[in-house]
């Protein structure tokens, strides 16, 4: 036992490779000098020197190995959030904590340490100046400091002057009063408990727990008007919220039933906010009432300020169209979404310089174009389908897409997360398809939805998708589609890849070219695809079949927002010593095709464009027949077949009338222009893939012909 902490077997081990380390090296020195001694090539008084050398090489070895090992021993330990009100060092405290603790065996001055809730500035709070002893605990109230601890859960990250994250936790949503510790100090696993500032987390009791109050009615569709009755536990208060916000004690107090009816009648709120587009001074809302629904946050509060998990309810009245497809209820609270670091607003920041007379510098970036997990809110995510409830979790809720963001009705990414008190995969099967779903998004657009549909039998990856009504905050926010989000998990579940051993890469991200397309490139530019055996070669690396399935896809629809490096993801097995998708090989996944048809102002027919050579107005990218991968593939005969053939083959099997009719059964929208495009762009896809291949179009139409009248 040292510094009042029994000796591990991960102490033993690292101390002692740490010192044998330091021998072995030491030793080669002592033994190099000797033999240079005996070779008279150095004076013979100079071994005693070796001694000397072989002591202070052991001696500085042994420190910097003493002192590595002291900076992996302190460790972050517990964290408490706002309000908790707690005693250390005979200080009374109320305000958020951060405790960490020293599993060293020397008193560590915390030199050249640093906290932060955000991974890319570390350095928020430093830790100079303080100290902790042998087995020790360290409590950072915070009261003016930088950063604070987030009622919706966040990550907390320890890190060293070099930039090195020595330690971090991504905590959940926990009530005030209660924190989140190690089991055991330094090293267990991370639990909701009571506050143990400044002592071991081993005295903790477990954290007080109250249920949430219980409600007269759950979730749906009623047909009338009704009474809501809430009730707690003895000793208990109920404070309840009608606005989506989060109830505390200044929240309404619970003294008797509440009507819930239909407030559709009612002038829209969330719908109304201005400061949603980035000219919001010239934007006038349509003020026309929308459909909505009641919601109810509720929460039990005891006498000594323990308060319980939130329920929440969302209630239809007297519409029974809702009764039929699938709703969905987005709940935040309205600070999170709409308030002056809402991420659905401009923002402080951008608002400030928007009113200024003559705002000279470049406008901050408005809240709804931040993007990345520190913009992500805690929601509460509810599905139903035909009137029945199907989800009810907590999930992370974040703004979607590119210029759309723009957009008044802004699009959504929810997310399936632990530390909100879900789990990695929402509980509901939401596509049919028996694959746990980790993360969603919704998108009006026919061409993302749809189109997958169509294409489904082929070998190129697509998203899910399946049509839903949306409100948020009790509001009707639009019609659209709920669709699957590219990831990792989503890849696995799918192809029946191990987890854990998909690399996946969105094209037109900066990581993108470390890995791929970059040096796939340099092996082509050294490999004719003409020759037979180098076009075998590069089907061991990439799956042919799922790029030119890709392509095929793309160019019927005309996707003026793709290339090869663009709005497009790869993926693969990352130990590719497995069968099928497990082999290694990249492939390829639709992405974005909202710019089906899209010429800019080229003054072009998009009916008639050739996908083929035309330059992408959008992205003001290269025309597909420059692009490096197909400029050299495009040389090999081999792939000159497989692409007609296969081409030929989604245009007889996949773009026709049977599968537009099957692909959009289930939606009520009217898609007859989007399907008369993809109508009319048979023949000249049938032109441009003739030409483009040196064939017959008649040749190309016989080959595509159905059974069914066009």
Known sequence: MIGGRMLSYYDLLRIGAAILAVIVLAAGIHALVQSLRERRLILPWTGRWSYALLAGV?????????????????RLNEVSRNEARYLFRHEAYASDYIEICNLGHFTNLLSGYYLSDDEDDLKKLPLSGYAIEPGGFYV??????????????????????????????????????????????????????????????????????????????????????????????????????TDGSVPDRDSLRYEGPITVEDRSGEPNRWRSVRQVVPDWKNYEPDETPVKK???????????????????????????????????????????????????????????EWYQREDPAETAPLPNFQQEGRAWEILARFSVFEDGEPVLDEPAGLRIQGSSTREDAQKRFSVFARKEYGGDDSFSADLFGDGIGTHAVMTKACFFDAIVPRLVGSRDVAGQKARPVSVFLNGEFWYDT?????????????????????????????????????????????????ENADNYAELGRM?????????????????????????????????????????????RWGLFDLDYAGYVGDTGADPVQINTFRQKMPYVLSLPLDERPLWKALIRSPLFREQFVSSFTEIMKSCFTEEMYAAATADT??????????????????????AAEFGLSEEVIRTAVQTDEKE
């Open 140 to 241: 950072f109230p915070f009261g003016g400091v930088p950063f604070g601890i987030s009622g919706k859960g966040e990550t907390i990250y320890l890190s060293n002057e070099q930039g090195k994250i020595l330690d971090r936790v991504a905590f959940p949503a926990i009530p005030k009063g209660h924190a989140y510790a190690r089991e055991t100090d330094g090293v267990g696993d991370w639990v909701e408990t009571a506050q143990t500032p400044g002592v071991s987390n081993q005295s903790a009791a477990p954290a007080p727990t109250l249920q949430e109050p219980v409600f007269s009615a759950e979730s749906g569709f009623y047909r009338k008007a009704f009474e809501l009755m809430m009730q707690a536990q003895e000793g208990e208060e109920i404070f309840y919220t």
């Open 293 to 351: 629904a009641t919601i109810i946050r509720a929460v039990a509060v005891k006498e000594d300020g323990a308060v319980s998990p939130v329920r929440t309810e969302s209630f239809w009245v007297g519409d029974a169209d809702l009764e039929k497809g699938t709703v969905v209820s987005l709940v935040a609270d309205p600070e999170d979404l709409f308030g002056e670091d809402g991420i659905y607003v401009t923002g402080k920041a951008y608002d």
């Open 481 to 529: 589609f709920l669709l699957e989000k590219y990831n990792e998990e989503m890849i696995a579940a799918r192809y029946g890849i191990p987890e854990g051993d998909v690399i996946l890469l969105k094209g037109g991200e900066e990581d993108t070219n470390r890995e791929f397309p970059d040096p796939l490139y340099d092996w082509l530019s050294e490999h004719d695809l």
């Open 58 to 74: 052991f001696v500085f070895g042994a420190g910097i190995a003493l002192m590595s090992h002291a900076e992996s021993e302190i």
């Open 542 to 586: 990439i799956d042919i079949q799922s790029y030119i399935d890709f392509w095929c896809t793309n160019i019927y629809i005309a996707n003026m927002d793709v290339s090869e490096a663009w709005n497009v993801y790869y993926w693969k097995s990352a130990d590719g010593g497995g069968d099928g998708y497990a082999d290694g090989r990249w």
């Open 668 to 689: 009520d929208a009217d898609w007859e222009r989007e399907i008369n495009y993809l109508r009319q762009r048979r023949e000249p896809v049938i032109r441009d893939l």
